[in-house]
């Protein structure tokens, strides 16, 4: 059931603005770390490679940020990539040919963008929310298989669900469900499902506008992970103020044998 109402007032949609540079560094470090790089690795040059032999790995990872790239991987990977354009490596086709006959299965590549600051523009004056998992759960029950385990695989543990109860508060139903999972200490994994019928009415904005807030003022800097192809997802993250700062994708690599 809903647990209340949020209270903010609508605003106006803030222009959309890059990030500061030190907010930059806190999701620079955030990859480095989850890359098993040196905090100081991943360097702010532009145009420049980082490259991290791992001849046990099992995947190989490849990650463009704020300019700079860090490819994780096998020797022989690393170096047949040696001369391959980031903008190719980026793709499924071009990683694929990268790291040969041993390819699996492809992640990616998706788009990483960033929210710097909390917003007002909350759309609805008065939303009635929950904070419960299970209203969560009734809007992934009821949205496509392809989003809802998107954002189960998300293992969000904050969530802010928004009802639509223009029939009455007593039979108010769940419509929109955003969520955030604390990631490498200094970002919010971020994730937005909103049902079919209600889209584009502006309850995802409210979920997600409340959700990202929630996480800035808990000291975390909202991540949204979205498929390079999908136009409407970075439009929607757009619209939040989310600044798109780089890509990443990775490939399998089955054991030998």
Not at 127 to 142: F, G, I, K, N, Y
Not at 172 to 186: L, T
Request: with cysteine; net charge negative.
């Amino acid at each position: 059931m809903p647990h209340g109402r949020d209270g903010a007032t609508p605003s106006f949609a803030l222009p959309w603005t890059p990030m500061n540079s030190h907010q930059i560094d806190i999701v620079r470090l955030a990859w480095a770390r989850d890359l098993g790089l040196p905090d100081s690795d991943f360097r702010p040059a532009s145009g420049t490679r980082t490259l991290l032999v791992d001849d046990t790995a099992r995947r190989v990872r490849f990650v463009v940020l704020d300019g700079h790239a860090v490819l994780v991987g096998p020797s022989d990977v690393l170096e047949r990539a040696d001369d391959v354009p980031a903008d190719v490596l980026a793709t499924r086709d071009g990683l694929a040919d990268v790291v040969g006959p041993r390819r699996g299965r492809c992640s990616g590549p998706v788009v990483l963008a960033y929210l710097d600051e909390v917003r007002a523009d909350v759309g609805a004056p008065n939303p009635l929310l929950s904070h419960s998992r299970r209203d969560a759960e009734r809007v992934l029950s009821t949205t496509p298989p392809d989003d809802a385990v998107a954002a189960r695989a998300a293992d969000a543990t904050t969530w802010v669900t928004v009802f639509d109860d223009t029939a009455g508060e007593a039979d108010a139903v769940p419509v929109s469900a955003s969520g955030y999972v604390e990631w490498q200490g200094f970002l919010a994994d971020t994730v937005a499902v909103t049902v079919p019928s209600h889209r584009r009415r502006g309850y995802g904005l409210t979920s997600a506008r409340l959700a990202t807030n929630d996480a800035i003022d808990s000291g975390l800097i909202p991540q949204m992970r979205v498929a390079m192809d999908d136009a409407g997802a970075r439009l929607f993250g757009r619209s939040l103020g989310f600044t798109e700062l780089g890509v990443a994708i990775a490939m399998d690599l089955p054991a030998p044998g």
